[in-house]
């Protein structure tokens, strides 16, 4: 961090000096023009460019797989993709025999597409365009995946595609969330003040744990032949759910104390479901969601 101190050159100006580094680093001349962006309160963007984009990284992020668990590579792949690395070339020798599943891990992320692949090498092309993205359509798109799974809680076969779905909406947000941390030039492209990446960045993570415990919970449910007793249970959650994400649509602290307030009460559904041996995992998984639900009216009560 820079400090200047303010100097009065005007009626009506004020100037400050640019630092030396910042001038040659960014090949600046006398009569250049540089560009100041309004951002959160208190706070101006000073860019040697007006371009707001995502940044290329020019350097590509190479991925050797010999030797590797397919989980690994998962790993590095996601790594990659959520810093913003815009090309991802993966090479080896067991390229042949991992091709499938390597080409369904990509396949797994938004605007990833491969674009070339040989023998021993796939190349995976970013084509994330900047301006086609909003945060809040894409939580309100989890959102909506997110009640639906509520719905068709019974029908366990539906629910891996609509988790599949939300963990591809996740890894874009963290992408962006992230990049807003680094870059203020994509910050203000996406419209994000600091304390809105943070609590953005934190609605994603409960929405996505959310989804994975619904997953596992259809299949318990399936399997438990619909419990009449789990079921009430899901649909109170389901009913607070939606209570909550509307609460925080409408940033309403009332209605997001009065569901905080419901802990106690779905606390002792749960505890009656734990009881029951056949019902335990069932139980353990709804005391998570309840967790996450919570956790979302929480931001809205917590909100300055």
């Not at 959520?82 to 990509?106: C, D, F, S, W």
């Not at 032949?225 to 940033?251: D, F």
């Amino acid at each position: 961090m820079y400090t200047r101190k303010l100097v009065k050159a005007g009626p009506s100006s004020h100037t400050i000096a640019l630092p030396k580094e910042w001038i040659t680093t960014n090949n600046l001349k006398k009569g250049d023009f540089v560009h100041l962006h309004p951002f959160a309160n208190q706070q101006l963007i000073l860019s040697a460019t007006t371009e707001t984009s995502l940044p290329a990284i020019a350097k590509e992020k190479h991925i050797e797989i010999d030797d590797k668990a397919s989980e690994t590579i998962r790993r590095e792949i996601t790594a990659a993709y959520i810093n913003n690395y815009r090309l991802i070339t993966l090479t080896g020798k067991t390229l042949p025999e991992k091709a499938k599943v390597i080409r369904e891990m990509i396949h797994h992320f938004v605007a990833l597409e491969i674009t070339e692949q040989h023998s021993q090498k796939i190349v995976a092309k970013d084509f994330l365009d900047l301006n086609e993205i909003s945060v809040d359509k894409t939580i309100k798109r989890i959102d909506m995946m997110i009640r639906t799974m509520f719905e068709d809680l019974s029908t366990a076969q539906s629910l891996d595609m609509r988790d599949e779905d939300v963990n591809r909406l996740y890894f874009l947000l963290v992408r962006l969330l992230k990049s807003s941390l680094t870059e203020p030039a994509i910050a203000k492209k996406l419209s994000l003040a600091p304390h809105e990446i943070l609590a953005f960045w934190q609605l994603t993570h409960d929405l996505e744990s959310l989804a994975d415990h619904l997953k596992q919970a259809s299949e318990l449910i399936s399997k438990n032949n619909n419990n009449k007793q789990a079921n009430e249970l899901y649909k109170t959650l389901h009913k607070t759910y939606v209570n909550a994400m509307t609460a925080t649509y409408q940033k309403d602290k009332s209605s997001a104390e009065k569901i905080a307030q419901q802990r106690n009460e779905i606390s002792q559904q749960i505890n009656k479901m734990l009881e029951k041996q056949a019902l335990t995992s069932l139980g353990e998984h709804a005391s998570a969601i309840t967790t996450h639900i919570l956790n979302i009216s929480r931001y809205v009560i917590d909100e300055d």
